[in-house]
């Protein structure tokens, strides 16, 4: 009998399909010239380009990728890729009724109907398909309550004076070598604005999808939640199966004003690249967000895909009284490497952060937490808790935890706690013989695991990350 | 007919063959025990019902409830009536006792094409069956075993078989590291599910367990094989004699 922990791997990726669309891609290469050709097709203004030019001169000194990462892989070559590409049928600005039925058939096949009418209620979407927007919903429900939820480019166009304010408040352009990339060429991206007060009466939701060959997907999201307003974001992530690796190197900045909420959530699922290691996005990608007084940012993932996730969803706890939370659960299997976890910077008084993370490593995956805790000389009375759970399934994976804790006053506390775990076949027999099946059991074990972390996704979410894990780790064993 | 007819069983683990020719019939509505000493295969013989991976069956049939055992998926033969309690329960960190229960019953139903339960419908069930092994609601909400103490763990068997109602139920050393009133409410359980249509083999080193629940039938088991099977009484002689006079005639080590 083979035994169930060892055959590893073979899971299919069901979204690795191609769209056969004619697409508007730019040269391979990177240079001014790409990134004048970017602001060019995007109508951009003049401090946007200047804004990328100074950004893309200053990537220019960032000799190499950052090292210190538990990733490996062969370099990059920044100059084998196209910087656009975007559907020739899109037009700019363009209705949701005008979208080429064939993105829209897309859209339905990843299960993200884009007309309004099927759409779950209450959750407003804005599709990106490589470089740009196609379409987003809702967006007239949402104006009633002085929402502004819209593509990136969009907001250029309609509302300068907000993305000029807030453009790289949170994360600079020269903050490290992927953002300064990423503000260089970034392409389109989400755009979200909740006036003083207002709840955001519906979910928003990003989904991002590479179609093209040899591009990457540079996106960028700015999120402000004004005074006391809040907002409940989610954003979800496919890829086709191909041989070759493709990069995503994107930003997200949120901007949480005192007493504000924004909630993000994550469940990314690029394709992670056959059981061999061969092909799979390079997840590259910088989320911050910056907490005033008083407010709350929350930070929810479930990271299923990529071949490499580099990723750190941090919060800079600035105001007095703000509250960050981190919510993480990582998956790698096959030959997927995952560095992930969080900062969090407390600088004002009486800041409170949470962290909860849970790694899940099968087939020959690399899964590392790196966790930064930072408490500031005046964040007096500061908390942070952090929790860091692996578990393993099989023999060639591995789990890595790289805490780094810093504090600079005397009236806060940091609590770190860690543990590791084995999926054994002793657990998988015992729940066989209470009449689970194979898969069953390891969906049971794996989902007690993660509870803590799924039952921060809102409801919908919640379900699909479920499904998505039984999907990741289908195969695992045998 | 028996409700559970093995023949001339043979099992190993690795290249180690362990049971060594078992023959064992148990009627429905019985309770047999096996006894023996260490080494001698009764918790292979256990595993080996439930279909342990760890081990492969050479030769020999098992018959339950006129089915092939053997030929059937370690949840298979679940759906079809047969439990395990195990000697060592397996701790799920995270995995909440109710969580857990619920999937294996509404399995169980489902492969019985009776009806599966929503949460709620499951807690009422829950919470009846709990007072079978006197625990409060408090235990549905921890971990499966993880943080029990050895006679918690025990108990916790005892409870997963009143949800589950099995047909056969193999307790294998359910009593070992109980204290006498753990053993109380273990047997006390074990009690409370016979059924007329179901049976129990309880597997034992110590006589103790059968003065709280009185076995149809004795057996021994030494290097393998079954040595010697008599009624209640060969428990008691057991006891007083030890296992040495058995295992002598059996040519085991």
Redesign the interface.
């Known amino acids: ?1 083979s ?2 922990v060892e055959a590893l791997v073979n899971r299919e990726y069901k979204y690795g399909f191609v769209t056969d669309i004619e697409q508007d891609t730019a040269a391979v290469g990177l240079s001014e010239d790409t990134v004048r050709f970017i602001s060019k097709r995007k109508n951009e203004p003049e401090w946007l380009l200047e804004w990328r030019l100074k950004a893309y001169r200053r990537w220019l000194t960032m000799t190499h990728e950052p090292t210190w990462a538990n990733i490996h892989h062969e370099p990059i070559d920044y100059q084998a890729i196209s910087y656009y590409s975007a559907p020739k049928s899109q037009k700019p600005l363009g209705s949701l009724d005008e979208v080429d039925p064939k993105l829209l058939e897309t859209y339905a096949k990843l299960g993200i109907p884009l007309s309004e009418q099927k759409l779950l209620a209450g959750v407003a979407v804005d599709a990106i398909f490589d470089s740009v927007s196609v379409g987003t919903t809702f967006k007239a429900t949402l104006a009633k309550s002085g929402v502004i939820f819209c593509s990136f480019g969009e907001a250029v166009q309609e509302h300068p004076e907000l993305v000029q304010k807030y453009l790289g408040s949170v994360v600079p352009a020269s903050d490290n070598f992927f953002a300064a990339l990423n503000a260089a060429v970034f392409s389109d991206g989400s755009f979200v604005y909740i006036p003083k007060g207002v709840r955001c009466p519906m979910e928003l939701s990003t989904y991002f999808r590479i179609n093209a060959a040899n591009t990457g997907q540079f996106e960028r999201t700015l999120i402000v939640a004004d005074e006391g307003a809040h907002v409940s974001y989610l954003e979800g992530c496919t890829a086709p199966k191909r041989d070759e690796n493709q990069l995503h190197a994107a930003v997200v900045e949120l901007v949480a004003l005192d007493g504000a909420t924004i909630k993000y959530s994550t469940v990314q699922n690029w394709y992670a690249g056959d059981e061999n290691g061969v092909g799979g996005i390079y997840n590259f990608v910088t989320k911050r967000g910056k907490a005033m007084r008083g407010s709350k940012i929350s930070w929810t993932q479930v990271e299923t895909g990529s071949a490499i996730t580099w990723k750190y969803p941090s919060v800079i706890l600035q105001g007095d009284d703000s509250i960050g939370e981190f919510y993480s659960v990582a998956v790698v299997n096959g030959m997927q490497q995952a560095d992930t976890g969080t900062k969090m910077i407390h600088i004002g008084a009486r800041t409170k952060s949470t962290v909860v993370s849970k790694g899940i490593s099968a087939g020959r995956g690399q899964n590392s937490y790196r966790g930064q805790v930072k408490m500031l000389p005046k964040a007096h009375g500061s908390r942070n808790y952090t929790q860091c759970d692996s578990m393993l399934i099989g023999n060639r994976c591995g789990a890595h935890t790289f805490p780094y804790i810093d504090v600079q006053n005397s009236t806060s506390d940091v609590e770190h706690e860690a ?1 590791t ?1 084995k999926i ?4 998988i ?9 194979t898969e ?1 059991a390891i969906s ?2 794996v ?5 803590e972390v799924f039952r921060e996704l809102p409801m919908e979410f919640a379900v699909e990350a479920q499904k998505l894990l039984g999907i990741s780790l289908e195969g695992s064993v045998g | 007919m028996a409700l559970l007819e093995i023949t001339d069983l043979h099992a190993t683990a690795g290249d180690t063959e362990i049971l060594k020719g078992i023959s064992l019939s148990i009627g429905a509505g019985e309770v047999h025990a096996i006894m023996g000493p260490n080494g001698s295969g009764k918790s292979t013989l256990a595993q080996v019902l439930a279909g342990h991976p760890a081990y492969t069956v050479t030769s020999g049939t098992v018959t339950f409830d006129g089915k092939d055992l053997l030929d059937m998926e370690t949840e298979e033969r679940a759906h079809a009536g047969m439990f395990l309690a195990f000697q060592y329960p397996v701790e799920i960190p995270g995995v909440t006792n109710a969580y857990f229960l619920r999937p294996s019953y509404n399995a169980i139903q489902k492969a019985r094409g009776l009806e599966e339960l929503d949460p709620m419908e499951f807690l009422d069930l829950l919470e009846e069956r709990l007072k079978l092994v006197e625990w409060g609601p408090e235990i549905m909400e921890r971990a499966v075993n993880f943080g029990f103490s050895g006679g918690e763990k025990k108990r916790n068997e005892i409870l997963q078989m009143a949800v589950l109602e099995p047909r056969l139920a193999v307790l294998d050393e359910t009593d070992s590291g109980l204290d006498i009133d753990a053993l109380r409410i273990v047997a006390k359980g074990v009690n409370a599910l016979r059924r007329p249509d179901s049976a129990t083999l309880l597997v034992t080193h110590y006589q103790r367990l059968l003065d709280y629940i009185v076995p149809d039938r004795v057996h021994v088991l030494a290097g393998g094989r079954i040595v010697k099977s008599g009624g209640k009484e060969l428990a008691l002689e057991l006891e007083a004699r030890g296992y040495e006079w058995l295992t002598g005639e059996a040519g085991a080590a």
């Open positions: 009998m035994s169930p543990s775990s054994g076949e002793d657990q027999f015992y729940c066989k013989q209470r009449g689970m099946n069953n049971v074990i989902n007690g695991f993660c509870k």
